[in-house]
């Protein structure tokens, strides 16, 4: 069955239309990126699956059921991580308000901090973790909430290019070893190439899904695969279509 | 090492505070030295030696009237508070209500004290009551305004999150817009807290038993201009030290405000 299913959902604001007919599935456990010019309408459709918004036509599923808020985890591209709260406080707020009782959420999300490299700063205050720390616990906190799945909108833009290359290896570490069903909307092709199983191309506005690549490298794909001819030719590939539509 | 590391707020405190020490001391010099030097009869113009030394003559009678009006601000602006949460929250969950009651809480700051407050011991008579409304009318807008601004400046993205986590209309409230209102509603506060102070002092000036306000008017029909000034510096001082707490509050309740410079 299928973790998420778009078809033929259109959405219009004010009479222009955003999204005109997108329809792919993602499978459980896969990891698709959409990638698609600024405004294309990326991050409509992830509202459309997040539940926080609904097509004018068309269905959106999220494990097998309508979308709707609390079906699917999301990861803004802003961290939005409190000040008013304690990291570790920070990770356990969807659980919180799934109603789990403090102290349990609490240690819910403590259990993933040394994977995540927050070991120790549980009780840190948000504005005294680095920028990769801050997107670390933002995603400890998007997982945690242990839905369908996890929606990540452009998940490391806000960081350093270096910074950038380890917390993808990062990701695809962690995400290895518990095979969340991922849906990652970016920028940067070649943060998609490394990190996915297949590869989403949106038009310019009103949006379609203009290419679908399959990316069969091996994993854990490494510092390496970054110069491997396959992924050089995939990365190639993207960026000749994303360039023909611009 | 076992002594206690030097405590880095005071050095900064003393340089925040120096400058205005210093402009203060040079006024009150000046001041003394004109009415040294033109011998002004002090029913006009007291030295400020005169309004210190007769201020602490009559420290018994200051303190029993500061105490007055302390009681009489503190239980006016309690009420205050009360209302504008209350209302700001209301407000905050119905557009409806929104645009019912933000026109008449404008309306309420229009209102001139000057002429309200004597009508209010007209209908109200010399008690607790007038004094609390009027201290209550002076200083509901800014903090209900401080309030809701505040509610509305929390993050929209922050709010989508909550709401993709499943968070209800009153989830999204808890855990963001009421704690993103913070820094804005304690700024309300600190100006809020100076407009009680004063609109104790001006409801008492009106008509009161006691309280710093009458005792002002009193003194002044006396010619004791000295007094009235003495009592002018405790309201003063009073005020300032209300303002101050403010910001001990503030760093109980909310300290990341007064730290992460995320004040907006």
Same mark, same amino acid.
């Given at each position: 069955m299928s973790a998420v299913t778009v078809s033929a959902v259109r959405r219009s604001f004010a009479d222009r239309p955003?999204?005109?007919?997108?329809?792919?599935?993602? #499978?459980?456990?896969?990891?698709?990126?959409?990638?698609?010019? $600024?405004? $294309?309408? %990326?991050?409509?459709?992830?509202? +459309?699956i997040a539940g926080l918004d609904t097509p004018d036509t068309g269905t959106v599923t999220v494990g097998g059921a309508p979308a709707a808020?609390?079906? #699917?985890?999301?990861?803004? *591209? %802003?961290?939005? +991580?409190?000040?008013?709260?304690?990291?570790v406080d920070n990770c356990a707020l969807g659980l919180e308000v799934q109603g789990i009782p403090r102290a349990e959420a609490r240690a819910r999300a403590a259990n993933l901090f040394p994977a995540f490299g927050l070991a120790g700063f549980e009780n840190a205050r948000p504005g005294?973790? $680095?920028?990769?720390?801050? *997107? @670390? #616990?933002?995603?400890? /906190?998007?997982?945690v909430q242990g839905r369908d799945v996890v929606l990540l909108d452009e998940?490391?833009?806000?960081?350093?290019?270096?910074? /950038?290359?380890?917390? *993808?290896?990062?990701? *695809? &570490?962690?995400?290895? /070893? &518990?095979?969340?069903?991922?849906?990652m909307i970016t920028h940067d092709v070649r943060e998609a190439v490394l +990190?996915? &199983?297949?590869?989403?191309? +949106?038009?310019?506005?009103?949006?379609?899904? @203009?290419?679908?690549? @399959?990316?069969?490298?091996?994993?854990p794909r490494t510092l390496e695969t970054l110069t491997d001819p396959d992924f050089v030719a995939l990365e190639r590939e993207l960026v000749d279509i994303l360039h023909s539509t611009a | 090492m076992t002594t206690s590391r030097p405590d880095p707020s005071s050095p900064r405190w003393v340089r925040i505070a120096a400058p205005a020490a210093v402009v203060v001391l040079a006024l009150v010099a000046l001041w003394q030295l004109y009415v040294t030097v033109s011998g002004i009869r002090p029913q006009v113009l007291p030295s400020p030696a005169r309004v210190l030394g007769q201020g602490w003559a009559h420290r018994d009678d200051l303190a029993a009237h500061t105490w007055s009006t302390l009681q009489v601000t503190i239980i006016g602006f309690a009420v205050s508070l009360v209302v504008a949460w209350a209302l700001a929250i209301v407000v905050d969950f119905s557009p409806w209500l929104r645009r019912a009651l933000v026109p008449l809480f404008v309306v309420s700051q229009t209102l001139p004290i000057i002429a309200i407050a004597p009508l209010m011991i007209i209908w109200f008579g010399f008690g607790l009551l007038p004094k609390v409304?009027?201290? =209550?009318? !002076?200083?509901?807008?800014?903090? =209900?305004?401080?309030l809701i601004e505040g509610?509305? =400046? !929390?993050?929209?993205?922050?709010?989508?999150?909550l709401r993709s986590m499943g968070a209800s209309r009153g989830q999204v409230f808890r855990y963001v817009r009421l704690p993103?209102?913070?820094?804005?509603?304690f700024t309300a506060l600190r100006i809020g807290i100076t407009y009680a102070v004063v609109g104790a002092v001006f409801a008492e000036y009106v008509g009161a038993t006691s309280g710093l306000g009458i005792y002002m008017s009193t003194q002044k029909n006396s010619f004791r201009t000295d007094l009235v000034l003495a009592a002018v510096l405790v309201t003063a001082a009073l005020s300032l030290a209300l303002y101050l707490l403010t910001y001990l509050v503030e760093r109980i309740v909310a300290p990341w405000a007064l730290t992460t410079g995320n004040r907006t």
């Open positions: 955003v999204l005109d007919g997108i329809d792919f599935d993602v #499978a459980g456990g896969e990891f698709v990126s959409v990638i698609g010019p $600024s405004g $294309s309408g %990326k991050s409509t459709l992830f509202g +459309l808020p609390g079906r #699917a985890a999301l990861m803004p *591209q %802003k961290d939005l +991580l409190f000040p008013w709260r304690s990291v005294e973790l $680095s920028g990769g720390m801050r *997107q @670390r #616990a933002a995603l400890a /906190r998007t997982v998940p490391f833009g806000a960081l350093d290019s270096l910074t /950038r290359t380890d917390m *993808q290896l990062w990701l *695809q &570490d962690v995400w290895m /070893r &518990d095979r969340w069903t991922v849906l +990190l996915s &199983d297949r590869v989403l191309v +949106l038009s310019p506005r009103p949006a379609r899904i @203009r290419h679908e690549v @399959r990316v069969p490298l091996p994993r | 409304l009027v201290i =209550a009318l !002076a200083t509901f807008f800014p903090m =209900a305004i401080g509610f509305a =400046a !929390a993050d929209r993205e922050a709010g989508a999150l993103s209102a913070l820094p804005r509603f």
